[in-house]
């Protein structure tokens, strides 16, 4: 424990602060009083570290310290460790708090949306002081709107600083507060090294948005650290404490692993030969053993997604199979056999070639000879099919299949269970007899057993194969490895029969299509052969019939190979590429039998029987868990794994697969309690990806603190915490010059800054950031006409494009582009398209209409020719009108607003050079017209924004109407008692009916829904 006191001021309380270890005492001191950019090695106790520095500030009394960035679990940590060291302060100084220091805020105060908390509520909150979790929407309206006081603000403290960039909100609440506070701290932290190694300088660039001179690095190999973790174990013990267990891969899991990596190899070499002038990386970056990572598919989707649009289809399916082939390879080491092979069997069905597709256009992986020997063996450690009913193994399959009917006939179970579930029963058994020989062995803990897994679906898989251990142990006298094989082989007996249940039902939904599909081509081609018949003239006794589905003979013409061809148009069927047969034998088989019903039946007797257990009689069958008999079977879950341990506080762990971080958190625990037991079990499969991928993260990380360091060290500026600014100077000046006095001919200097106003549902985007950057004084307002009011009569809407799709799909942009022309002279739509993704409609051009503007556009040719073009298919009006088609759709929005202007910007920082290039020489907007357009009465009124949007989603309640019914009812209680006749006087008939039905409508019928 770490005594923190005022030396200043006499009679100051002591804040008390735990930080058992040595590390962390000098890094709150270094932090104390400095601005600083925090990077840590993931598992080295940052919740710790973040919350006693907290805790420092807002113990001490009069502090407002503001949390940003953090995530849900984040939150959980922070708010969870201030509560404690709260608590822990007031034991340790119950008499010395006066009665002023009692009503200080303690704890974290979270606030998430507008809803939980009015804005005048929110200002006394900040009047109070103490630690508050903001999200950055709310945070920044705050800031703009002095609802918060930024100069008493004490200092920001930002997680996650790694995903801080120039455009994000973060930067531009650090930005707003800096100008307003130079005195206050900003301590940013981050446990992820390798976002600091990408691009160029890029610890640099992070810095400068942070505001920070200064860098502090702990890496796992920093010698203060490396002592602190060392400290008073022998090397003797540390050994002892720690088994390292290496788990060897079956034949047949091996031989899966090489083949499912020659078909990466493969995927690799093609997408290299398509992409070799696009992607920039190095020969030895394109090695299979980098593949297998995520930074290597994050880094390729990064530079490919600004020209996806240009790429082939072919290239798609070679990513879409890489991570196909990837996931396998997790699910490989991961999953059981039946769920591998179920997994496999999905994606083989579903990519095989169906009537009329070519190969090219199918997954390329699957017809290689790797994929054949992953396919055959994953099958074979499933089943296999009798194919000699005379041999001994069908002997035993019939044997096994007499005793359970559920079996189908002609395949025996194999079954291979995974290699790691026998050591863990080792493991288990080991402990087991070390606590019976020596009972004392857990005391210093709790004696609990804790399993660490990576996934939810392997603590799932873990569960129920203890579960059926424990309840096979029942039958026997002891556990044993023979009994811990049936148990394995019970569990992948139920995996087994909901797999034949899949099976049977993806069958028949095949077999129900190919029937639907061929029913289609049967009347498509009955209906041409009508046609021809009743085309073709009737010339005396000639018989049609000879000369159906064929051109006379004085009018064939003589082709190569015209025999085959001839032959070809006789058949009753198209012609279509490699067909996969669904009705193989191992389908077969397995799909004949007993139907799903039997599956489920025979699943149920195997249960216990159900026992009803009456209120007075339930102690005899429950009973309270002791945590020294527990075996916890845990996910991975980052920071939350510190308190887990504190908590649970076991004597074995168990790490059922290996992860870099959360042995650093064992370390930890061990070294700040050293009176406690604890032995660690490392299990990992050898020679296999998940050994690679272990050892590649251990480097990769390494790697990136070397990076680090390095810059570190070469940095030659120094970092300035003013305020800088994308607006150049000569624009700075040309802004301030106002050219509507005598037609420019006398200029006049305006020193007031550049004004927007703002809707706040525009803040969850990147824009304002920008704006903001530019020296533009932003004013947030809930505006009911357009999202940026940049001048007196220029309104924008912006839209992005999953925006603009949703706008035209319920027609909510035509109200919003009529509302706009009817208050402002100037109107614009801005679309705007996200930075580094591709500068293209083509996710939406899906028909000829979007496809030839397109094209037209792109090539530079006349855009109404492609119209023109494209609109031959759509012989009236009504049908342009009707067409999904966002270019038809903006091409209709013009002809009804002819005054609307439509700007296109590649990006956010293009939207706001033009935002910049509009205000230029226009007059500033007024807040009080922004806000009172659109609105009956002219009246600003304060609502519930969540009631606003409840409202809205209400069919029957548009743009244009949803204002009027706030004014003229109370709530949506109110609405909700009105009568058809009553809602009408506000909306109209049509609307009012709408709104009643829907708020009247019987949930249990969907007609009267509907209706």
């Not at 950019?37 to 009394?61: D, E, M, Y």
């Not at 093609?270 to 990572?293: G, M």
């Not at 293209?840 to 028909?847: A, D, N, P, Q, R």
């Not at 209709?892 to 020489?921: C, D």
Request: proline residues 3%.
């Amino acid at each position: 424990m770490t005594d923190y006191g005022s030396q200043d001021t006499e009679g100051a309380d002591t804040v008390h602060l735990s930080l058992p270890l040595a590390y962390e005492q000098v890094l709150i001191d270094e932090l104390i009083g400095e601005d600083a950019l925090v990077i840590l090695a993931r598992g080295l106790a940052l919740p710790q570290i973040v919350t006693n520095l907290i805790h420092a500030f807002n113990a001490a009394g009069n502090n407002l310290v503001v949390v940003i960035g953090a995530r849900d679990h984040d939150l959980e940590w922070l708010g969870t460790g201030l509560a404690e060291l709260d608590t822990l302060n007031e034991l340790n100084q119950p008499d010395q708090r006066d009665a002023a220091k009692q009503k200080l805020r303690t704890g974290l105060t979270i606030v998430k949306t507008d809803a939980q908390s009015t804005t005048n509520s929110r200002e006394l909150m900040y009047s109070n002081g103490g630690v508050f979790a903001i999200t950055s929407r709310i945070l920044i309206v705050d800031i703009l709107s002095d609802n918060i006081p930024v100069d008493r603000i004490s200092g920001l403290v930002v997680l996650n600083a790694e995903k801080v960039s120039p455009t994000s909100m973060e930067a531009f609440i650090i930005r707003a507060y800096r100008e307003k506070n130079k005195k206050g701290f900003i301590n940013a932290f981050s446990d992820v090294p390798e976002a600091f190694t990408r691009g160029f300088s890029p610890l640099t660039k992070i810095m400068k948005t942070l505001f920070v001179k200064k860098a502090s690095i702990w890496p796992r190999f920093h010698m203060q650290v490396a002592e602190s973790l060392e400290t008073g174990a022998s090397t003797h013990r540390r050994r002892k404490d720690v088994v390292e267990i290496e788990v060897a891969l079956t034949p047949k899991m091996r031989e899966i692993q090489t083949s499912i990596l020659e078909c990466i190899e493969l995927c690799m070499r093609e997408l290299r030969k398509f992409t070799h002038n696009v992607l920039d990386l190095e020969d030895e970056e394109w090695a299979v053993e980098n593949a297998i990572s995520d930074s290597f598919f994050n880094r390729i989707s990064a530079q490919l997604s600004p020209i996806r649009h240009r790429l082939s289809f072919r290239t798609k399916v070679v990513l879409n199979d890489l991570r196909t082939l990837r996931e396998l390879l997790d699910m490989l080491i991961t999953n059981d056999c039946v769920t591998f092979w179920k997994h496999l069997d999905s994606v083989v069905s579903s990519s095989a070639t169906e009537m009329g597709q070519t190969k090219t256009n199918s997954t390329y992986w699957l017809y290689s000879d790797a994929a054949n020997v992953v396919v055959d063996r994953a099958k074979q450690r499933v089943y296999k099919l009798n194919r000699r009913p005379k041999d001994a193994t069908a002997e035993i399959a019939d044997t096994e299949s007499n005793k359970e009917s559920w079996i189908p006939k002609g395949i025996s179970l194999v079954l291979e269970e995974q290699p790691k579930w026998d050591q863990l029963a080792l493991i288990l058994d080991e402990i087991t007899s070390e606590l019976f020989a020596n009972p004392q062995a857990g005391l210093g803990g709790n004696g609990a057993i804790l399993i660490m897994c990576s996934e939810y679906r392997t603590t799932n898989q873990i569960a129920r194969y203890l579960s059926s251990r424990g309840k096979w142990s029942q039958d026997i006298d002891s556990v044993d490895t023979e009994g811990d094989s049936d148990a394995a082989r019970e569990m992948l007996k139920r995996e087994f029969k909901r797999y034949l249940d899949w099976k049977r039902g993806i069958t028949d939904l095949q077999r129900y299509q190919q029937q639907e599909r061929q029913q289609e081509q049967q009347q498509a081609q009955n209906a041409r052969r009508q046609a021809a018949d009743a085309s073709r003239p009737n010339h005396g006794n000639n018989n049609i019939n000879d000369f159906r589905g064929r051109p006379p003979t004085n009018k064939r013409r003589r082709t190569r190979g015209g025999s085959a061809i001839a032959n070809s148009v006789l058949r009753n069927t198209p012609l279509a590429a490699v067909a996969v047969d669904p009705q193989t034998d191992d389908v077969r088989i397995l799909t004949d039998g007993q139907a799903s019903q039997d599956i489920s039946e025979s699943d149920n007797e195997s249960e216990d029987d159900i026992i009803e257990i009456g209120v007075g009689a339930a102690q005899d069958y429950y009973e309270l868990l002791d945590i020294s008999d527990a075996i916890a079977v845990h996910k991975y879950d980052g920071d939350l794994d510190d308190a887990l341990l504190e908590e649970l506080q076991p004597r074995y762990i168990i790490m059922y697969e290996p992860d870099p971080a959360f042995i650093r958190r064992i370390e930890v625990y061990r070294a700040a309690n050293r009176d406690r037991n604890l032995k660690v079990y490392f299990m990992y499969y050898g020679d296999s990806v998940e050994e690679q991928r272990y050892l590649s993260a251990v480097r990769r990380e390494k790697d990136a603190f070397s990076k680090i360091i390095r810059e570190r060290g070469n940095m030659a500026m120094v970092l300035s915490t003013e305020v800088d600014t994308l607006a150049t100077p000569e624009e700075t000046f040309l802004n301030r010059i106002n050219t509507r006095i005598a037609g420019g001919g006398r200029l006049e200097l305006s020193e007031a800054q550049p004004r927007v106003v703002v809707d706040m549902r525009e803040f969850r985007s990147s824009l304002p950031s920008l704006l903001h950057a530019r020296q533009m004084k932003l004013i947030p307002a809930m505006l009911s006409v357009g999202d940026y009011i940049i001048a007196n009569d220029i309104c924008v809407e912006r839209k992005s494009l999953p925006d603009l799709a949703s706008s035209f799909k319920d027609g909510r942009l035509f109200a919003q582009t009529e509302s706009m022309s009817a208050h402002y002279k100037n109107v614009v739509l801005l679309i705007e398209f996200d930075q580094g993704k591709s500068f293209s409609l083509e996710e939406y051009e899906t028909g000829a209409v979007g496809k030839a503007l397109g094209g037209a556009a792109a090539s530079g040719g006349n855009v109404r020719g492609g119209i023109n073009a494209s609109t031959e298919k759509l012989e009236t009006i009504s049908d342009f009108e009707n067409t999904t088609e966002i270019h038809a759709q903006i091409v209709m929005l013009v002809m009804a607003f002819p005054n609307l202007r439509i700007v296109w910007s590649s990006s956010p920082f293009q939207t706001a050079e033009i935002f910049a290039e509009l205000k230029r020489g226009h007059e500033e907007p007024d807040l009080k017209a922004a806000v009172e357009a659109g609105t009956d009465r002219g009246e600003v009124q304060i609502v519930n924004q969540l009631a606003v949007n409840m409202l809205r989603s209400v069919p029957g309640v548009t743009t244009r109407n949803y204002q009027a019914l706030m004014l003229d009812i109370a709530n949506i209680r109110e609405l909700c008692n009105l009568s058809v006749l009553q809602i009408a006087k506000t909306v109209g008939d049509g609307p009012a009916q709408t709104i009643w039905n829907f708020l009247h409508a019987d949930k249990r019928r969907r007609d009267s829904i509907v209706s």
